[in-house]
């Protein structure tokens, strides 16, 4: 059980294109979800909790309008990279709480060239 | 910040042997819990120990919790060379409604066959 999946699992993009990575909790419903990003050998940074029916709350620093979340139902959350740039490029993880603990998606690793 | 820290940031020990993990965190917890991730894969739910416990097992892991030092060790028994992951320690905002977690930078072990 509490089984997270994300879609699609790499994708690579040009400089400037706009990029929708979905997260859906496949055997649970999830009110919460969280969205990170990740650096190579380095931590998960947090970036946004994803709400069901209402606005996403983001970590200082990050970028509302730059990273789109919508949580439209209780099981899916959407995160949209809007004109990425290679900066953008990283490996993006999404999580959904069951009950205490968080369960994690596969990841995406995003490459915009 | 809120995050944890892991210790050391690499270990490398033979097939048999225990490993030992630290974490020191900085601010008040509800509960700790420990992830494992495989190189470029999503994160794995290890174990959850509670602010109000001290040690949890499961299988071949051993989890302590000191709140008064602020700091957790995971260790792993019996090492296998399956168990070569980077392994993370995440606290939960305690008072926070919303169930952030907070991720150290992990440890990367390596056990060699």
């Given at each position: ?40 050998k380095q931590s998960l ?69 | ?5 892991e210790?050391?940031q ?11 993990m ?13 992830y494992?991730q ?48 980077s392994y993370f320690c ?13 991720f150290g930078r992990g440890t990367q ?5």
């Open positions: 059980g509490a089984v997270v999946s994300q879609h699609p699992s790499w994708v690579i993009c040009k400089s400037g294109t706009s990029v929708k990575i979905e997260c859906r909790s496949l055997d649970f419903q999830a009110t919460t979800m969280f969205w990170y990003r990740q650096f190579p940074m947090l970036m946004a909790t994803s709400n069901e029916g209402s606005k996403a709350t983001y970590e200082q620093g990050v970028e509302k309008d730059k990273f789109l979340i919508n949580h439209a139902s209780l099981t899916l959350s959407t995160l949209t990279v809007t004109s990425a740039h290679p900066e953008d490029s990283s490996f993006y993880i999404c999580s959904a709480r069951f009950r205490e603990t968080q369960y994690f998606g596969p990841g995406t690793r995003l490459l915009v060239l | 910040s809120q995050q944890g820290e210790d050391p690499a270990l490398s020990i033979q097939e048999g042997e225990n490993a030992t630290n974490c020191s965190y900085k601010t008040s917890i509800n509960n700790l819990q420990w494992r495989n190189s470029g894969r999503g994160l794995v739910h290890l174990i959850l120990i509670r602010s109000n416990e001290r040690e949890k097992h499961s299988g071949r892991l051993r989890v302590t919790l000191d709140t008064s030092k602020k700091s957790s060790s995971l260790l792993i028994t019996a090492s296998r060379a399956a168990d070569t992951a995440a606290t939960g905002d305690r008072g926070s409604t919303l169930g952030r977690l907070y072990l390596t056990v060699w066959p």
